[in-house]
């Protein structure tokens, strides 16, 4: 099927267009920021100093990805990347309320708790969901978000070979770790209701060939995530994702409120400040 | 020489600012270049997405194209082409090696230690000190050392 390729000037002349491409583009961008952020939260506190040094680049290529959408957005004038990233309220946010979520009780500066076996569930998840996305981006009928997918797709492989490491390790190396992974794949899979929801904007997304396969991107991921899982006995069976709150449609919980408040603090403090 | 020939040349003497011995011409992430009587533009691609030192790679090519040129310089960095590993030249290889590097192979594990050449290394990081690279561990000479991600 032959897809009319858009650049950045077609998008700027076209108002219908422009506004679904944003559409995505919020998603793709708070999607990986968010997660970044989580990532950045176990610097220091990781349970093994490989650990550690992996995460530091893993939240680093997140929040670079999101770096990139939200100049994507900047590009097409929804605003200043740095205020897009730093400045939005949580109902405006599109990102999925799963990378939202806390890595655990407490907090980074004060007594955290975090839960490795829900990171791991958690990441494994949203990797292989990452993937199926760029995947179909790939064929995006804009041409600056196919252009970098493919970037962006080699990335998030290495994050999923390394997260598919962590849940087969946990999975087979004692009952305790297998419960404890079976539990927090179950309460992430919980969460994961508003991951492959397209925030009201499939029709724009199939029409104009930003995203034809959003209608089945739940259902490939679905299928991936159970063929991997399932062998490993710690497939969420039986288990309902909830959409309740849905992040696609700036639905969030008190967590985003207090991740945004964390990130953003310095940026507030002077955002016309020269970094 | 002509001009394109001489932006090239200086290209070559900017390295990146994690490796040491490595140029940016050998690394692969030169795109393009457009001389002109009056401009010189450069588009270069970044290894990976959110690598932090581009903004420095940039200022750094257009510091050494100004203090050899009178013309308008433009430097960008841009996602036309993907940066991919195997665009590293053999004099590339050579340099990561001689940064205590080993440039990357077909496959993740296809490496060589760099210190003593043994092929029996095991590795112990996906991620190693920055996003391109792996870290491992030579079971011959006992030394961790870095591996470039095949990407």
Not at chain 1, 33 to 38: M, T
Not at chain 2, 16 to 40: C, K, Q, S, T, Y
Not at chain 2, 126 to 140: D, G, H
């Amino acid at each position: 099927m032959e897809t009319n390729l858009m650049t950045l000037e077609d998008a700027l002349g076209q108002v219908p267009y422009r506004s679904a491409v944003g559409a995505l583009l919020f998603q793709l961008a708070d999607d990986d920021l968010l997660i970044g952020f989580r990532d950045t939260e176990w610097l220091g506190l990781a349970p093994h100093i490989e650990e550690d040094v992996a995460f530091g680049s893993v939240s680093q290529e997140e929040l670079g990805h999101a770096t990139y959408y939200y100049h994507l957005l900047e590009d097409l004038g929804f605003g200043r990347a740095d205020d897009l990233s730093a400045l939005r309220p949580a109902q405006d946010r599109r990102n999925a309320v799963l990378l939202e979520m806390p890595n655990g009780p407490g907090v980074f500066l004060d007594d955290p708790h975090y839960n490795w076996a829900f990171t791991v569930a958690r990441h494994y998840l949203y990797d292989v969901y990452a993937m199926v996305r760029l995947g179909d981006l790939l064929e995006s009928s804009y041409q600056p978000l196919r252009d970098v997918a493919i970037k962006v797709l080699r990335e998030k492989r290495y994050h999923r070979t390394h997260h598919e490491l962590w849940v087969k390790t946990m999975a087979s190396h004692s009952d305790d770790a297998r419960k404890a992974l079976a539990y927090a794949m179950t309460e992430a899979y919980q969460a994961t209701g508003d991951l492959a929801h397209d925030g009201g904007h499939r029709e724009s997304f199939e029409v104009f060939s930003i995203w034809p396969r959003v209608g089945t991107v739940g259902q490939r991921w679905h299928e991936e995530v159970k063929a991997f899982l399932e062998p490993l006995g710690v497939y969420p069976s039986g288990v309902a994702h909830s959409l309740a709150i849905n992040g696609r449609n700036g639905e969030h919980t008190e967590h985003l409120v207090s991740a945004l408040q964390i990130l953003s603090e310095v940026y507030r403090l002077d955002p016309t400040a020269q970094w | 020489m002509d001009r394109l020939h001489e932006v090239e040349e200086i290209l070559k003497t900017v390295r990146d600012p994690e490796i040491p011995m490595a140029n940016i011409v050998d690394l692969g992430m030169v795109d393009a270049v457009d001389v002109d009587d009056e401009h010189i533009f450069v588009r270069l691609m970044p290894t990976f997405v959110g690598c932090p030192a581009q903004r420095v790679i940039i200022r750094d090519v257009e510091k050494a194209l100004r203090d050899h040129f009178v013309l308008a310089i433009s430097v960008e960095m841009g996602m036309l082409t993907p940066w991919t590993s195997d665009r590293i030249t053999e004099e590339g290889r050579a340099e990561l090696k001689a940064s205590g590097i080993a440039p990357p192979g077909a496959t993740l594990d296809d490496v060589a230690c760099p210190f003593c050449g043994s092929e029996e290394a095991v590795r112990e990081n996906l991620f190693a000190s920055t996003s391109c690279r792996s870290l491992f561990y030579c079971k011959a000479c006992r030394n961790p050392f870095e591996a470039f991600k095949p990407i």
